[in-house]
């Protein structure tokens, strides 16, 4: 254990621990663009900058052990002017659209801006030129607002495994690229876009929750995915009683299968919720053709014709399937249904297929 | 007698860098000779007493560093930082030209030292020549078998002034892109493939061999008693004789430009003096009576970096030429972290608009605040000096700027 | 799973991958398993007829022929044995039989393996020897290994292969099935089968017909019945007269479309409860509008069986109804009053009849969903099945032994098809066709060739192409491919216009789970 002085608190943690998270510990809130607790760490935003006692520098505390004895200031003079530097370095290579951005609300650019003030840039000059049109279904490039965190890239890399993206060019001309700099669809990406959800500002979006609205004025509801068995959890967004969009949840507790990781499917398709083609009214065949009816009519006729064959041909005359989509509820009710109402064994899905 | 002091640069021109047995005949390989008969304790030992520092420009302790790497860590690596990429300095060129097997040679001694069976060499990607001459060297001296089982190997660089940064060096060999890692941990003791790597410069390690040979008494009473012993110039500038010089370390820097280079061309004024390469502070002529170390240099204000000596005189433009140096920093950021990548940019913008007579006094007030902050908060040693040129030459020469403003 | 996903990602030394294209069709466990091999250098041993993503970071890769998978486990166990790599102790003490398996395995020798399976002796070799050499070895497999005619078979060997090692019981080993659908363990799990009621208690067994007589009050039937693929023959037969499906596309996943298509057609009645008219569905009497998992409450059980909460995040649509009410009133108006006022109130049923699930309640898995068994409301959940002991006392051996497919290439088909799934699309498509992004991602089916097949029918990548079983054929694109053997095409069951299963086998029933041969048929392929 080790001991040091943060804000004039003192706080003993752990040998190893960063000196990110013994400010943290101390309760000092530090801002961060480029630290993720799950990738590897970059160092590279410096919006972690602390004061350290003795040293000239500031120091970037994600990438800085602890040490015993240190005497860190979090909000000094200097750490704030560098913060505040940073970010206005920022605005000036940012697409600044928050009245139009997806992210609005849920930017980490907007709310360090926000805590420190910075209204504008001093440093405006050349524009912002980086934005290329990626003809992908999934995912939105945007990176006249990217501020070069690179977790898309660790995130890709390091979560999913697909390396899809990496660093082009050099210095304030380096960008996130594909090999080759051809779209997402002619890469190695997934379209897992574990990318989208690393990214702290709105430089990658999904395209398919694009306009549909934004974090703050969505409920959530965290459930799981209704596509493979891995059983990822997820969080449906909800706006007028609409789904519009989803988010993980990057918790090992609320989403054990997963860690907030999810593939396209889970990411990306969920619009068949509110598909035209969705059935919104029970069905009978009427002279060879299906038709609308109401609930009542359907059930009574079901009811009527099962019972039947029930009694034409015993209940072994009947089978049914049940699901391996629908919840666990569902499929106990139906074997009860099969087993005690109709009086058969005869019930089985698809599990095999 | 100019005041030389030649010892890296003793037999510059007889004797062939490439043969082993010719450096042998002047004395070479004993240092390594006696080597093999210490403990690598006792050598780096030896090597702290000397104060050796670091020549590649941030005058470290190479003893110390050396002591940094962990004792029993089953694989470690030798690394030579032959990327010289700061416009104006060749002595490391002028080093390997003369006396390449005292470069080898050190390289052994410190493998010896810290338990290293591989070296590279990393060469500036505009050195083929060289690359070549260095591995004509490696192989006599495997020849006369001198190196025994120590196998160096000679990369060429990628031709960025950042590979130069010892961790982006350390990247750029792995094959990646050369981009610097934050530290600690410190190539000591997480280098190269993750493991621990000694990074010295070129001249650094030519000094080992003298040490061992002549004891480290020797060395540390030669120069600044801090920074002891032979430090190699490079003059270049409106100078009249631009050439490399070997001087003892408390060497006067007005003698450098006065004695050494024989003062400015056309007999004209001196404006001021860059020392240390393109990130270097300008130095205003009344200061230029110092000496040259590490830490008199310091005292000013400057560094002596790579020991590269820039001379202006009176005649020229010193806002255009900080401009030209705010455009090889916007050039050579490497991009990862924000104030460097950011603010080199924004930096050369606005003395692109100084110079051109479209600035203004606030554009000065930013410079400064930027400086302040880059200096502190980049991630490296290129985003933390890229500014200081700048700022001397504001603080120095602040009416050549006053002039240009609109 | 025995084991969890994340042992997976964390804990195994060595996985080896059998019949599962697991970045494609368990993505998020693939990137976990890649994971593990970039950070923690697990090794991986990738057996598959298509070469896989993950088999580029494999240490050994074996393309092994299609319906070989047993000559394949019972030849590294033969090796195994052998080189006396085996697990003494945990043989001896944890299970009993193997004098038998090990009889039988010794016929199997790599040689003859490398003859029938198609790969390389040594690599047969070299794959026993990482998997029984590490610590902590686990065996994932999916629909690749079971949809045989002789799945069960397959499935018994892996068994064998990990109780010969010990590597069943312990963090980062087990014998994992990947799971394909979302809930298919959960189906399972609540009796959705026809020989046990919830948590796989026998039907046949008259105690336990007892209990649920007395839970459910009514007298219940005591034989097995049909299982799926046997309903739809009987329905053929006339003996099966009316169905009830829920949530199935049986048109597009079982076999031979077109014999399920006279199946259904057969029948006097046909219900289907789904939230698309599905091709099913459009043969239906009567068409009862579900919802989808986002308009109701309740429970899913994942692969690693952890049973997780789903919740209702907005209102059905338009008069849909949550299926558990359909049923309520479907149940009630069959004269059996059911009258659940919500799912929580199923789940306290469930979990009263259902001893692994006994001590699972929405309140505890409110966070974190709990992996069953779980007896009761103290206990944590089982992350690791047969820790100490296996469910029957002693882990049984089961000595298998190799049959070839039962449809084999022959001059009228000379190529063996098998089927499987994309990353992009699910199952039989009825939802993920409906998804506008992915479905211009991926909107047509495609064959996988190998470049020298297609050239020996001149056949180029892109071309329209017929391809053709016993059972019928469907037009399709060609992908010209070296990441599938020669002799061997590849196509998934997810597009109705392309369906797979208008050419895979129904007849070639396994005969324990009856699950078909989709995985091998007899194919002829011809540019069109
Ligand atoms: C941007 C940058 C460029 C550098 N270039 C060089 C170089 O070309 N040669 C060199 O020896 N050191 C260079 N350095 C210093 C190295 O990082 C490192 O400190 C040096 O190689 C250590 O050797 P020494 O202790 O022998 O000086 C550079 C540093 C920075 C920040
Ligand atoms: S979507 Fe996934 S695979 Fe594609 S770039 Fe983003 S992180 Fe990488
Ligand atoms: S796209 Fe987003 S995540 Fe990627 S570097 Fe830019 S800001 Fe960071
Ligand atoms: S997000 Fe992908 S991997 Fe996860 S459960 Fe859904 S379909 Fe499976
Ligand atoms: S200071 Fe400049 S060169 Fe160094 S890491 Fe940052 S951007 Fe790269």
Same mark, same amino acid.
């Given at each position: 254990m080790i001991t040091l002085t943060i804000d004039g608190k003192r706080v003993t943690v752990p040998k190893g621990t960063s000196l990110l998270d013994a400010c943290r510990i101390a309760g000092a809130d530090i801002p961060t663009l480029c630290h993720d607790p799950e990738l590897s760490l970059a160092g590279s935003c410096r919006m972690c900058v602390v004061e350290v006692a003795g040293r000239r520098n500031l120091i970037a505390s994600c990438v800085t052990p602890a040490e015993e004895g240190m005497q860190v200031e979090t909000e000094s003079e200097a750490v704030i002017e560098a913060r505040r530097i940073i970010l206005e370095l920022l605005l000036a290579r940012h697409k600044l659209e928050c009245h139009v951005c997806e992210r609005d609300g849920d930017c980490k650019l907007q709310d360090y801006c926000y805590r420190y003030g910075? $209204?504008?840039?001093?440093? $405006?000059g050349e524009e912002p030129h980086f934005y290329k049109e990626d003809p992908n279904p999934f995912i939105e490039r945007d990176y006249d607002k990217c501020i070069m965190c690179t977790k898309c890239i660790r995130a890709c890399a390091e979560i999913t495994g697909a390396f899809a993206i990496n660093l082009k060019n050099r210095g304030h001309n380096a960008v996130i690229s594909t090999a080759f700099d051809l779209g997402l669809k002619d890469s190695t990406c997934v379209f897992c876009g574990q990318c989208i959800m690393v990214c702290p500002v709105g430089s990658l979006v999904s395209k398919v929750e694009k306009g549909r609205g934004r974090t703050y004025q969505t409920e959530k509801v965290r459930t799981v995915c209704t596509y493979c068995g891995t059983g990822c959890t997820l969080e449906l967004k909800v706006l007028n009683d609409r789904v519009v969009g989803v988010n993980s949840i990057r918790d090992e507790k609320l989403s054990p299968a997963n860690r907030g990781a999810l593939c396209v499917k889970g990411r990306f398709g969920w619009d068949f919720i509110d598909s035209p083609e969705r059935l919104k009214e029970p069905l009978v065949r009427k002279n060879g053709e299906l038709m609308p009816v109401s609930w009542e009519e359907a059930l009574d006729y079901t009811a009527k014709r099962l019972k039947e064959v029930k009694e034409k041909w015993g209940s072994d005359s009947i089978a049914v399937f049940t699901s391996a989509r629908t919840t666990n509820e569902e499929n106990y009710l139906l074997q009860k249904l099969a087993r005690a109402v109709i009086g058969t064994n005869n019930i089985d899905h698809c599990a095999r297929l | 007698m100019n005041g030389e002091k030649r010892i890296l640069l003793e037999y510059a021109d007889k004797i062939n860098p490439e043969k082993a047995e010719d450096y042998i005949k002047v004395g070479g390989y004993k240092g390594l000779e006696k080597a093999r008969k210490m403990k690598p304790k006792q050598i780096i030992e030896e090597v702290k007493k000397s104060k050796l520092r670091g020549r590649g420009g941030a005058g470290f302790s190479t003893g110390m560093k050396w002591s940094f790497v962990p004792e029993h860590a089953p694989v470690k690596y030798v690394v030579c930082n032959l990327d010289e990429g700061e416009p104006g300095t060749y002595k490391d060129r002028i080093i390997c030209e003369k006396n390449a097997q005292a470069l080898l040679e050190g390289m052994a001694i410190c493998a010896l030292a810290i338990g290293a069976k591989k070296g590279y060499i990393y060469c500036r990607g505009e050195y083929p020549h060289i690359v070549r001459l260095l591995n004509n060297a490696i192989e006599s001296a495997k020849k006369a078998g001198v190196l025994e089982d120590f196998d160096i190997e000679v990369r060429m660089g990628a031709g960025a002034y950042v590979c130069g940064e010892e961790t982006a060096l350390i990247e750029s060999i792995e094959g990646k892109r050369g981009e610097p890692r934050f530290k600690p941990p410190f190539p000591g003791v997480e280098g190269l493939w993750g493991v621990p790597t000694v990074v010295n410069n070129v001249e650094t390690f030519a000094c080992i061999p003298y040490i061992l040979t002549h004891g480290a008494e020797w060395f540390a009473s030669i120069g600044a008693p801090d920074y002891p012993g032979t430090k190699v110039l490079t003059l270049t500038g409106d100078i009249n004789n631009p050439t490399y010089f070997e001087v003892p370390t408390d060497y006067l820097l007005s003698d450098v430009i006065y004695k050494l280079g024989g003062g400015i061309k056309g007999g004209r004024k001196l404006k001021a003096v860059q020392v240390g390469g393109s990130s270097g502070a300008f130095i205003p002529p009344e200061n230029i009576h110092t000496s040259i170390d590490f830490d008199s240099m310091s005292r000013i204000g400057a560094s002596l970096g790579s020991g590269a000596v820039f001379v202006l005189d009176e005649t020229r433009d010193i806002v255009d030429v900080a401009t030209r140096i705010a455009k090889f920093f916007e050039h050579e950021s490497c991009g990862k972290c924000n104030p460097c990548r950011e603010g080199t940019f924004r930096m050369y913008e606005m003395m692109q608009r100084i110079n051109a007579g479209r600035g203004s006094e606030e554009d000065l007030e930013n410079i400064l605040v930027l400086s302040r902050v880059m200096q502190k908060a980049s991630l490296c040693g290129l985003g933390q000096a890229a500014p200081i040129p700048i700022e001397t030459t504001i603080k120095h020469f602040r009416e050549d700027y006053m002039r240009k403003l609109m | 799973m025995t084991n969890s996903i994340k042992d997976l990602e964390e804990e195994a030394e060595v996985i080896f991958l059998i019949g599962t294209n697991t970045t494609e069709n368990h993505p998020v466990i693939g990137y976990k398993i890649r994971q593990n091999v970039l950070k923690r250098g697990a090794k991986l041993i990738v057996a598959d007829p298509r070469r896989i993503e993950l088999a580029d970071l494999a240490e050994v890769y074996l393309p092994f022929k299609p319906g070989t998978d047993i000559m394949l486990i019972n030849a590294m166990m033969h090796v195994i044995i052998k080189e006396n790599l085996l697990d003494k102790e945990f043989i001896e003490k944890r299970t009993e039989g193997f004098e038998e398996v090990k009889e039988i395995v010794e016929k199997y020798t790599p040689e003859l393996a490398a003859r029938i399976c198609g790969v390389p002796a040594e690599d047969i070799v070299k794959a026993a020897r990482i998997y029984a050499e590490a610590d902590k070895a686990a065996i994932c497999y999916a629909m690749g290994v079971t949809q045989h005619s002789k799945g069960t078979d397959n499935v018994k060997a892996i068994c064998n292969l990990a109780m010969l090692t010990g590597n069943i019981g312990k963090p980062g080993s087990g014998v994992n099935p990947l799971r394909g659908q979302n809930n298919v363990q959960g189906a399972c799990d609540m009796g959705g089968l026809p020989d046990v009621y919830p948590g796989y208690q026998k039907v046949e067994i008259e105690e336990n017909r007892s209990k649920f007589e007395k839970a459910w009050g009514v007298k219940l039937p005591d034989r097995k019945g049909l299982t799926l693929t046997e309903a739809i023959n009987a329905a053929l037969e006339g003996k099966i007269k009316a169905l009830y499906i829920m949530g199935e596309n049986p048109m597009l996943s079982d076999p031979d479309s077109h014999h399920v298509e006279e199946a259904l057609d057969n029948l006097e009645f046909l219900v289907v409860q789904d939230i698309f008219l599905t091709e099913t569905a459009a043969k239906a009497d009567v068409v009862l509008p579900g919802v989808s998992f986002a308009e109701k409450d309740g429970t899913f059980t994942n692969t690693e069986r952890r049973v997780q909460r789903v919740r209702k995040a907005v209102n059905p649509r338009g008069n849909a109804k949550p299926d558990w009410q359909i049923l309520c009133e479907v149940a009630t108006r069959l004269g059996y009053p059911m009258s659940y006022q919500s799912p929580e109130e199923i789940f306290e049923e469930i979990r009263s009849l259902t001893p692994s699930y006994a001590g699972i309640t929405y309140k505890r898995i409110e966070e974190t969903g709990i992996q069953w068994p779980c007896p009761d409301t103290d206990h944590p959940g089982t992350p690791i099945l047969h820790k100490e002991k296996f469910v029957r006392g002693r882990g049984k051996f089961h000595p298998v032994e190799y049959r070839e497919a039962a449809e084999m290439p022959d001059d009228e088909y000379p190529l063996i098809l098998t089927t499987g799934r994309n990353l992009y699309h699910y199952h039989t498509g009825t939802m993920t066709r409906r998804v506008a992004a992915i479905d211009q991602h991926k909107p047509h089916n495609e064959v996988e060739i190998h470049p020298r097949t297609a050239q020996l029918y001149g056949i180029k990548d892109g071309d329209m192409v017929r391809l053709s079983t016993r059972r019928g054929s469907i037009k399709l694109k060609a992908r010209i491919t070296e990441n599938i053997k020669e002799g061997v095409v590849f196509t998934t069951f997810h597009f109705g216009e392309a369906a797979a299963n208008h050419l895979t086998n129904a007849s070639a029933l396994d005969p324990v789970a009856k699950i078909p041969e989709f995985k091998v048929a007899a194919a002829r392929i011809e540019k069109i």
């Open positions: 910075v $209204k504008d840039s001093r440093f $405006k | - | -």
